[in-house]
């Protein structure tokens, strides 16, 4: 029993590095920017590009993701993942030509896209029952140990950047931006390494040897009537998620602290302390979802949010910017989102499909994220311009207000359930 639990744990450990690299390649480019910038010297729209083409990328993994992992297996899809990773890290380090450079970025944005869907995939599929929100909940938590990781590695290699190095190494010698690229090859060659001892997902095993026209038919048994609530729930929790208002906090998190009167070095240091807060309140979730339940969590988590959402904005629109008030509101949400909105989307959409359906219709709610993602990446600073910061935190707040709604309406308990007995609820 210990050796199970010691293999499930190293399983666990290397698939969810898949979502440790996902992390860290989203954030990674936060202090790269302006390097990037002054060595091509980039006019604002191939800057937008340079960012936007990851998430291009992205939305070409996710899009075919879900059909390659049920025709090839998870296995498979998540040893590519990690080849495109590493080649992404290579290049990003090494690669001296902008329209180079833009190409590894896009391939890094598909490693994104298949690991963002297939890393939960296989944790839900091979997590005994009793441990499977836990085991898919390690996911988002490797998410944002990527996050702090990037922003950690990036304040370190400014920190040094000015100091002459008395010792050789691989990276040594180049500009500090391919440094803080060049950090993410050592934990992309351990995820390759690491995938060759995992097994195959074995619910993906056992479908092979059911006589079904799945593959062909999936996307048609997605859409049939019995699934249809299972598929608006897989559809609107990551939608609220995105428009919970946390890209705002993380993208204008120093600028919220700056403003809360903390005195800090720099901005990668605020977004230090916000990645760190995002890491701690994650192991609420891992702590509770499989003993209090996964709807418990999910309704005290929104109106949490909604609440601190609320306070926000009231905290803007008084003008009490410069005491603690403020800075405590954050914190609350960032705790109310990790432990609910955040890692919970992922548990659920995981584990309310059958075998033969569920990889399409993972692919399909983290497609509808990254979607959700894009749209309030733009719409977020416009609202801040046209309507103000208090209206654009209200705003946020009603949207955590209608995935209470959503959840108490429509998401079943699944704690501790197979999934053969969450299938018998949409019957």
């Known amino acids: 029993m210990q050796q199970q639990g010691q293999h499930l744990t190293f399983i666990t450990l290397v698939a969810s590095l898949g979502g440790f690299l996902f992390g860290f390649d989203m954030a990674v480019v936060s202090g790269i920017l302006p390097f990037v910038e002054h060595r091509f010297s980039l006019s604002p729209a191939q800057l937008g590009w ?21 025709r090839l297996g998870r296995k498979k899809l998540l040893f590519l993942s990690a080849a495109l990773f590493v080649l992404t890290a290579l290049g990003c380090t090494f690669i001296p030509v902008f329209s180079w450079l833009i190409a590894a970025r896009i391939l890094g944005g598909m490693a994104v896209g298949i690991a963002s869907s297939v890393v939960p995939l296989y944790l839900s599929e091979i997590a005994p029952d009793h441990l499977r929100g836990r085991l898919v909940t390690y996911y988002q938590l490797a ?4 996050i702090f990781s990037a ?46 001892f995992i097994p195959e997902s074995p619910r993906w095993l056992k479908q092979q040897h059911i006589t079904t ?17 299972a598929l608006l729930i897989a559809i609107l929790l990551p939608l609220f998620s995105q428009f919970s208002g946390i890209n705002a906090i993380i993208y204008y998190g120093p600028t919220i602290l700056h403003q809360s009167g903390l005195t800090l ?39 949490g949010a909604a609440v601190s959402l609320l306070l926000t904005g009231i905290c803007f629109y008084a003008g009490a910017v410069n005491g603690i008030y403020l ?56 609202m801040l311009a046209s309507i103000g910061t208090p209206q654009t935190f209200w705003c946020f707040s009603l949207c955590c207000v209608f995935a209470f709604i959503t959840v108490y309406k429509l998401v079943p308990e699944t704690k501790g359930q197979s999934m053969e007995a969450i299938q018998q609820h949409w019957h």
């Not at 990328?57 to 993701?65: E, H, R, T």
């Not at 998410?143 to 990527?146: K, P, R």
């Not at 605020?270 to 309704?299: C, E, H, M």
């Open 50 to 70: 340079f960012v936007s083409s990851a998430l291009a990328g992205c939305i070409v993994g996710v899009i075919f993701a879900g059909d390659i992992s049920d």
């Open 143 to 146: 998410v944002t140990v990527g």
């Open 151 to 196: 922003y950690g590695s990036n304040a370190l290699l400014l920190k040094y950047a000015a100091t002459p190095s008395q010792s050789g190494g691989l990276i040594t010698g180049l500009e500090v931006w391919r440094k803080m690229f060049g950090v993410g090859i050592f934990p992309a060659l351990l995820f390759l390494l690491g995938i060759t």
């Open 213 to 229: 026209t799945a593959n062909a038919t999936g996307y048609t048994q997605l859409l049939a009537p019995r699934f249809r609530r």
């Open 265 to 303: 070095n720099s901005s990668l240091i605020s977004q230090l302390f916000f990645g760190a807060a995002n890491v701690l309140f994650t192991f609420i979730a891992i702590w509770k979802v499989d003993s209090l339940g996964r709807r418990p969590l999910y309704l005290w988590g929104t109106a």
């Open 327 to 382: 800075l405590l509101c954050v914190l609350a949400f960032l705790a109310c989102f990790a432990f609910s909105i955040g890692p919970l989307k992922f548990v659920i959409a995981a584990e309310i499909f059958p075998d033969s359906i569920r990889a399409k219709a993972l692919s399909l709610s983290i497609m509808v994220m990254w979607t959700a993602d894009a749209i309030m990446g733009q719409l977020t600073p416009i």
